[in-house]
Every structure is written in C-alpha cells, then in structure tokens.
C-alpha cells in the first residue's frame, strides 16, 4: 500500500462532521511509513480542508468529486469544469420541477433561496431525528453557508454567461425521491455527465470525467503509483468509481448495501472510527 484514497462525510469524519483523534492519529502514522494520503470528497475546498486544518492535517484534496485538485499549498493542479450550456440546461429544470440545486465554481457557490434549502433541510433531518432542534439544524446550516462562500442569485444566466467563471458541480437537493428520480434518468443518458449522490436526498452532477476515480488514478500516475497500490474507502454512491480502480476496496460498515458490493473488506462505522481500524487491517496486511 503506497496511497490511500478517502472519502470525508460518512468515511472519515464521525457523525457529527469531525476526523476523531483515532482517525487523524491513523493518517499521521501511514505519513511516517511514507505512504500518500488523500482526501477525494464532494464538499469543496474550503469545507473539506476546514476539518482536517482543526485536527493538524493538511493533505492534498480532490474536491467535488474529482473537478478539482488542490495540493497541500492549496494549488489547483486540475481543474475540469461542466459545459455551461449544459449547466444552464440542468438548472431550467430543477426550476421547472421546482427542486432545489446549488452551482458549484470557482467563484464560489450559488443558489437561488437560503430560505428555501433551510426548510427542505429542517424537514428532512426532523423527520429522522425529532429531536433536534430548529435551532440547532438552523446554525449548522449557517455554518455552511459561511464556509462554502454562498451567494444568492435569481437570475442564474449573469452567472453562466461570465466567461471567468468555470462551473464544476450543481448539487440537486429534494426529499421527493420522484424527482430526483426523474432527474438522474435524464442526465444519465447524457455521455458527458456523471450523476452521482452522497445522501438519499441529492444528486450530484459533473463533468464525466470529473470523478473520484479517474481524479485518484491521474495522482497516482504523477506520484508513479501503481493503482493496485492503492486504498479506496468510502460509503457512498459517489465513491463507487474509486472503488473501483483502487487494488484495495475499502467501504465502510454504515454504507448502503449496493456500495459494499464493491468492498474487498467492510469496516466498522464512522462513528466507530471505521477508517482508523481498516488502515491498522491493511498496515498489517489482512487486506
């Protein structure tokens, strides 16, 4: 094992958002034995370093889902963006199906209603979890806005139609699964499209070669990195193309059933600190 390849939200980080100090201490002791670490996530840059900055970390990062890549100097050495009409395409109808969605660049991200993603978001967590406060979902949600540069548009053609502004991801979020349904089996069919998720409630949608996958086997390469020497592990359906080319397939226990059809091994849950005990398994070679 020469590389590992992590996932953040479900994988690395607990339930509550954070890398526990069994997890961090993991990662410090695969750097000592000279083995790569790095982070392959949705979130972007901003939100994704955050956690990892908390804890004394600072490792390169491959952000939503493989557009972009960014070197411990936070130096983007890859950078591929969605086709703007084709982005553009995509909003008109969220907006006609009058689903909620965030454009992701390099600009920041944008939306059209705080408002709007607040409410669909109370609903959902309050539905599983009654007992969390409006409050408490509210400054969570703040935070968010906050640390990934949100801005508010009503008129998203300003933004498609800057020529400096490069579109990496729209993020698709509804609790009707219908809908969600209906979007990912139109942009499916698009060749140049990966439509992808990273809970029940969202699609995520990039460039087709924008994935974690094809991000994680260009690192590799510039390290001379063979991928069956690398580890893969995550939990979700956006990690599916690195667990797929990784030598070793890592997925973690609170994964959904279809993911770890794609495990060499399953490990405990996050919030068991699943990522500290697959990397002790594999440093002893019981992977």
């Known amino acids: 094992m020469k590389l590992i390849a992590t996932d953040l939200d479900g994988t690395l980080l607990n339930e509550m958002g954070k890398v526990s100090k069994e997890n961090s201490a993991a990662i410090q002791h695969a750097l000592n034995q000279e083995i790569e670490v790095v982070v392959a996530t949705g979130r972007a840059y901003g939100t994704a370093a955050k956690e990892l900055k908390k804890v004394g970390l600072n490792l390169p990062i491959i952000g939503l889902n493989g557009a972009v890549l960014y070197t411990t100097d936070e130096q983007t050495t890859q950078s591929i963006p969605l086709d703007k009409k084709t982005a553009r395409e995509i909003a008109n109808t969220c907006q006609n199906l009058d689903v909620y969605f965030e454009v992701f660049t390099d600009k920041g991200v944008f939306s059209t209603s705080k408002e709007y993603f607040t ?50 991801k729209i993020l698709v979020f509804s609790p009707d699964e219908k809908k969600l349904s209906e979007i990912r089996a139109l942009y499916q069919q698009d060749e140049t499209l990966a439509v992808t998720s990273s809970a029940k409630i969202n699609l995520e949608i990039n460039h087709i070669d924008a994935q974690k996958g094809k991000a994680i086997e260009n690192y590799a390469h510039s390290k001379g990195i063979d991928m069956q020497d690398v580890l893969a592990i995550g939990d979700n359906d956006n990690d599916i193309s690195m667990l797929k080319k990784a030598g070793k397939a890592v997925v973690m226990e609170n994964a959904a059933d279809e993911i770890k059809q794609y495990a060499d091994f399953i490990t405990k849950k996050n919030d068991e600190h699943g990522f500290a005990y697959a990397i002790q398994k594999a440093l002893k070679g019981q992977i």
Do not use: G, W
């Open 119 to 168: 409410q669909v978001i109370i609903d959902i967590v309050q539905s599983s979890n009654p007992e969390v406060s409006e409050e408490a979902i509210k400054q969570q949600i703040e935070a968010r806005f906050i640390d990934e540069n949100v801005q508010f548009t009503t008129d998203y053609d300003t933004v498609f139609n800057k020529q400096m502004i490069q579109v990496y």
